[in-house]
């Protein structure tokens, strides 16, 4: 029998931007009732999330703590001319874990999995079984909005969990090996060392469009596997991705695309526009709603959509970055762009990934012969906004 819920803010979509708001807010206003919808059956889906130690801000480091499973001092890159080792701490979250964590802090009819919204306002929400959500206020953090409406390219990739025949003898992450053929645009392979006989190997692309062949990515796994003198006894799991990278875009257009509701997450265009990771900015934006005087207000939508827009508008420099790695570098050669880019100071990097880059950092980054044919990297540099993007 349909049935209707009456609460302060209902949450639609458990993945990680919907998670992390249901966390802050049983710990910063546990006065509130939310309700988290996630339309499968476990929050978090099948996903290994990391992120670098500076993506975070020490005071915010208590949210994402109880979800930490796996941590390292330091992590290596290997390029055809550059290899080296970063000190930068480095870190995992399993989404089983994230699971486990929203569980204990939404009790009882608090956590609805199973249930796929088929209708929401910025007030309600209706689900697949017939249920109807009336609360103050609705987020909507289920993923991408109208994706056609940003200039995009992808950075898509097939990992695998791999329980080896034996030790593999690595003692923290390859971030990036580079040092493979280069296919479909900027190759790398990404290994986690998970215990000392197993690792989630990873085969990603920058790429200039969407298809991802399943198959032919996990033979690629293997023969790295094969190269780096491992034998596989088990694969554990699989998880395979496409995040977008944005070189442009309509921020406004986008955001529209998406309803009218307030909006987390991917949904709400919160994403580094170089590495399409949304961990940092889930954090930034659980942590924003929690300290709202009230984050079941009727502006809600409006307090996170200025949240939003000012990330977009910051981050124009990525977006020009990015341009410069898809239109001017030829897509065999667009690993030298980050061959060059690891060889700058260990602290400029982290501040990179944390989308926090200085002036300075900035100039540093441009300054010197570009890894990319001068022609096209002058035409790239001319295009004020970028040929395709568009900012109110």
């Given amino acids: 029998m349909a049935r209707a819920i009456h609460c302060d803010l209902a949450i639609v979509g458990g993945g990680l931007a919907g998670g992390l708001i249901a966390?802050?807010?049983?710990?910063r206003r546990p006065d509130l009732d939310v309700r988290l919808v996630e339309a499968e059956a476990a929050v978090g889906g099948n996903?290994?999330?990391s992120f670098f130690g500076s993506d975070v801000a020490a005071a915010d480091r208590w949210l994402i703590e109880p979800l930490v499973c796996h941590g390292w001092q330091g992590y290596h890159i290997a390029f055809p001319k550059r290899r080296r080792r970063l000190a930068a701490t480095y870190y995992s979250i399993l989404s089983e874990r994230l699971d486990a964590v929203?569980?204990?802090?939404?009790?009882?009819d608090r956590l609805l999995t199973g249930r796929r919204a088929t209708a929401l306002s910025p007030t309600a929400a209706l689900l697949d079984d017939g249920t109807r959500i009336e609360a103050r206020a609705v987020i909507d953090a289920r993923g991408p909005a109208d994706l056609s409406l940003l200039d995009l390219g992808w950075q898509k990739f097939v990992g695998q969990v791999v329980r080896l025949a034996g030790p593999h003898g690595l003692d923290r992450p390859v971030v990036m090996d580079a040092t493979v053929a280069q296919i479909d645009g900027y190759r790398f392979v990404?290994?986690?060392?998970?215990?000392?006989?197993?690792?989630?190997?990873?085969?990603?692309?920058?790429?200039?469009?969407?298809?991802?062949?399943?198959?032919?990515?996990?033979?690629?796994?293997a023969d790295y596997a094969g190269l780096r003198g491992w034998t596989v006894a088990e694969v554990e799991r699989t998880e395979s991705g496409v995040l977008p990278v944005a070189l442009g875009g309509d921020f406004e257009g986008y955001w529209r695309s998406g309803g009218k509701t307030a909006k987390a997450g991917v949904r709400a265009g919160l994403f580094h526009p170089t590495t399409g990771y949304s961990l940092p900015d889930a954090i930034r934006t659980a942590l924003f709603v929690a300290a709202l005087p009230d984050p079941a207000a009727a502006d809600l939508a409006d307090r996170l959509h200025a949240f939003a827009q000012a990330a977009w508008a910051e981050r124009g420099f990525y977006r020009?970055?990015?341009?410069?790695?898809?239109?001017?570098?030829?897509?065999?050669?667009?690993?030298?762009?980050?061959e060059r880019f690891y060889g700058l100071d260990a602290d400029l990097i982290g501040r990179f990934y944390a989308a926090q880059s200085t002036?300075?950092?900035?100039?540093?980054?441009?300054?010197?012969?570009?890894?990319?044919?001068?022609?096209?990297a002058l035409r790239v540099l001319g295009e004020p906004r970028g040929a395709r993007e568009v900012r109110s």
């Fill in 23 to 27: 966390l802050a807010l049983a710990r």
């Fill in 47 to 49: 996903h290994i999330w």
């Fill in 102 to 108: 929203v569980r204990a802090a939404l009790p009882g």
């Fill in 190 to 221: 990404y290994v986690l060392p998970l215990d000392g006989e197993r690792l989630l190997i990873e085969d990603t692309y920058y790429s200039d469009t969407l298809t991802l062949d399943q198959t032919t990515l996990a033979a690629r796994i």
């Fill in 320 to 338: 020009l970055l990015d341009r410069m790695l898809f239109r001017a570098a030829e897509p065999a050669e667009r690993y030298k762009v980050l």
């Fill in 359 to 376: 002036a300075l950092d900035k100039l540093r980054i441009l300054s010197g012969k570009p890894p990319v044919p001068l022609r096209r």
